[in-house]
């Protein structure tokens, strides 16, 4: 039984996180949201500051905005009218974790390449040595 129980619970833990990671990665998807978590990470910008650069309504920032918080992107805080968001790294420190297995994969095959070609250019024979008079081979 309390196998199936700690299967079950890893389960959980498992779609939990594919759940957070997909929503991260949905969020960081759109173009428009990477740049407002761009600015937030200068500091707290309001609902309006986050949609000045762009060309969309108020409506709109804020289906972006909606986005970011249900990856857990940003935090908003609501002050009378006003909603000021700031920037949550936690959840890009999950996605960074992610990619960076990918790195090393990459990495480590890259290496290789590497080596292969080098071992391939040693066992090539020297080009025979040129005359500089005359531009030819000797």
Request: hydrophobic share 40%; proline share 6%.
């Amino acid at each position: 039984m309390t196998i199936k129980l700690h299967a079950i619970i890893f389960n959980r833990m498992v779609e939990l996180q594919t759940a957070r990671l997909d929503a991260v990665f949905h969020a960081l998807g759109d173009a428009t949201r990477r740049h407002m978590l761009r600015d937030l990470a200068g500091g707290q910008r309001t609902v309006s500051e986050l949609a000045q650069p762009f060309a969309i309504s108020l409506a709109a920032a804020s289906k972006h905005i909606k986005a970011l918080e249900s990856a857990g992107l940003i935090r908003r805080e609501i002050r009378g009218r006003t909603h000021v968001c700031r920037l949550d790294p936690g959840p890009l420190a999950s996605a960074h974790e992610w990619l960076a297995f990918y790195q090393e994969f990459w990495t480590q095959r890259l290496d290789v390449l590497e080596r292969l070609l080098r071992e391939d250019d040693a066992a090539r024979p020297a080009p025979p040595p040129t005359d500089p008079e005359q531009g030819e081979t000797s």
